[in-house]
C-alpha cells in the first residue's frame, strides 16, 4: 500500500493477521501519537473537516475538456512533479474517466479525498505494536517529516520492521519505479 493505503494496510495487517505473510508499505503516513490526539480533539470539537489538507482537497479542480488538457494543467505540478513520464501518462489513462456529455474528471473526487484528509486511524499505534508479519517500510527521503519520524520510530521498536529511505517524495514510486522495484522484489 501507499499513504493512506499503507495505513489501512497496517490496520489489516493488525486486525486479520492470517491475510498477508508480509507486506511493503510505500511511504506510510503514520501520525504520531501526539498528532493523532489532536485529530481527536479536532473531531470531538467539530474542526476536523477544516483542516488544511481537507480544504484544498475540496477545492481541487476535478474535471478537464479531455485529457490532454489535464495533462498539461497537472504535469509537474504539485505532488506529480518529478514523475517519470510513463508513470504520469499511466495515470492519465487510468486516474481520469470519461464523463457522458464530453470531458474526463478524476475517478477518485475531491471530497472523498478530503473525507480521508479530515479523517485519522484510531488505535493505530496500538495496532501497529500487534503486527508481527515482516515488513519493509519504503519512505521517500524528501517525504513529510512527521511521516518520516513516524516510521523511523515504529522501525526502532519493532524487530520484524524494516525501514529503508529512497530518493524522492511521497510518490517516489511513480520517480523511479524501477529502483523501488530493485528494493521490494528482494524482500517479496
Not at 503516513?29 to 489532536?38: D, E, H, K, Q, T
Not at 529502483?179 to 521490494?184: G, H, R, V, Y
Request: glycine share 6%; hydrophobic share 40%.
Amino acid at each position: 500500500g501507499h499513504s493512506f493505503g499503507s495505513v489501512l494496510t497496517c490496520l489489516m495487517l493488525a486486525h486479520h493477521p492470517q491475510t498477508f505473510s508480509r507486506a511493503v508499505l510505500l511511504d506510510p503516513v503514520l501520525f504520531s501519537p501526539a498528532m493523532i490526539g489532536m485529530m481527536a480533539l479536532s473531531d470531538l470539537v467539530g474542526l476536523a473537516s477544516r483542516n488544511k489538507l481537507a480544504a484544498v482537497a475540496r477545492n481541487r479542480r476535478h474535471h478537464w475538456p479531455d485529457r490532454r488538457t489535464a495533462h498539461a494543467n497537472l504535469h509537474g505540478r504539485g505532488v506529480f512533479r518529478g514523475w517519470r513520464e510513463d508513470c504520469f501518462q499511466a495515470y492519465i489513462d487510468h486516474a481520469l474517466r470519461d464523463v457522458p456529455g464530453g470531458g474526463v474528471e478524476l475517478k477518485c473526487r475531491p471530497t472523498r479525498e478530503a473525507e480521508i484528509f479530515a479523517s485519522y486511524p484510531r488505535r493505530l499505534w496500538s495496532s501497529l505494536a500487534r503486527i508481527r508479519q515482516p515488513v519493509l517500510a519504503l519512505r521517500g527521503r524528501s517525504t513529510f517529516a512527521f511521516a518520516a519520524r513516524s516510521i523511523t520510530r515504529w522501525a526502532a521498536t519493532q524487530p520484524n520492521v524494516t525501514c529503508e529511505e529512497m530518493p524522492g517524495g511521497h510518490c517516489f514510486m511513480q520517480e523511479d519505479p524501477d529502483a523501488c522495484a530493485d528494493a521490494m522484489i528482494p524482500f517479496l
